[in-house]
């Protein structure tokens, strides 16, 4: 059975960096693409970012680009999101998700998902 477990979110100031990280169980990692969302109460699950089964590609969405940045160790079992020049408008509890073989940016197109994290972006 596959699971993912999240680590990383917390409470930080605007212009800090964070580090979500996300380690799948339970099926060969490599055999997942990786998907990172995120959501607000009232607000539909937003894609951020996704990153193939290598690490070869990734996508982001226009509202993340140029601030986050997706990576995989394969070895470790683990994707990350790397978050910087963090605003408040980030704030949101943050989701990894897999998918067998290939990326995605369709929410619909995710087998699994993590537990969610909260992050929290202070003015």
């Known amino acids: 059975q596959v699971q993912l477990v999240q680590s990383g979110g917390g409470l930080v100031q605007a212009g800090d960096t964070l580090r979500l990280s996300c380690i799948l169980s339970?099926?060969?990692?490599?055999?997942?693409?990786m998907g990172w969302f995120r959501q607000v109460p009232g607000k539909e699950r937003e894609f951020l970012a996704t990153?193939?089964?290598?690490?070869?590609?990734?996508y982001y969405a226009n509202s993340v680009k140029g601030r986050f940045t997706s990576s995989r160790d394969n070895a470790k079992n683990t994707a990350y999101l790397q978050m910087n020049s963090l605003k408040p408008e980030d704030t949101a509890v943050y989701y990894c998700?897999?998918?067998?073989?290939?990326?995605?940016?369709?929410?619909?197109?995710?087998?699994?998902w993590g537990q969610g994290t909260q992050v929290t972006v202070s003015s």
């Open positions: 998700a897999a998918r067998y073989f290939t990326e995605s940016s369709l929410l619909d197109d995710y087998d699994f």
């Open positions: 339970g099926r060969p990692f490599n055999t997942f693409g």
């Open positions: 990153i193939s089964a290598f690490g070869e590609r990734t």
